[in-house]
């Protein structure tokens, strides 16, 4: 993860997201990977891989993965994307509150 870390701080988003999805293939219940993931997402463009991410990680549907800790923390990055993106993606079925 300090690899993918240093891509990110180094500019190369695009090496630090193949990273962070390889970790996901490695340690599929590291939830902090997710996350990582998710944010990388946002950052290089990617905003309906974030949005699908986000979502899933918010309501919990990543098969035998526990989003709990981190929950509150995802709520408000994912409040923060939407305020950001929220032209540029298809929020249908989130609740209202998220949108607010």
Do not use: C, W
Not at 3 to 28: C, R, V
Not at 39 to 49: D, P, R, T, V
Not at 67 to 81: C, D, K, Q, Y
């Amino acid at each position: 993860m300090a690899l993918a870390y240093h891509y990110e701080a180094n500019g190369e988003p695009g090496k630090a997201t193949y990273l962070y999805q390889d970790i996901i293939t490695l340690l599929p219940d590291n939830i902090q990977s997710y996350r990582n993931l998710a944010l990388i997402y946002a950052q290089s463009g990617k905003f309906e891989l974030a949005n699908t991410l986000y979502k899933k990680m918010l309501f919990n549907q990543v098969p035998r993965v526990d989003f709990t800790p981190l929950a509150s923390i995802i709520r408000n990055e994912f409040r923060n994307f939407i305020a950001h993106h929220k032209s540029k993606i298809d929020f249908s079925g989130l609740p209202a509150r998220m949108l607010q």
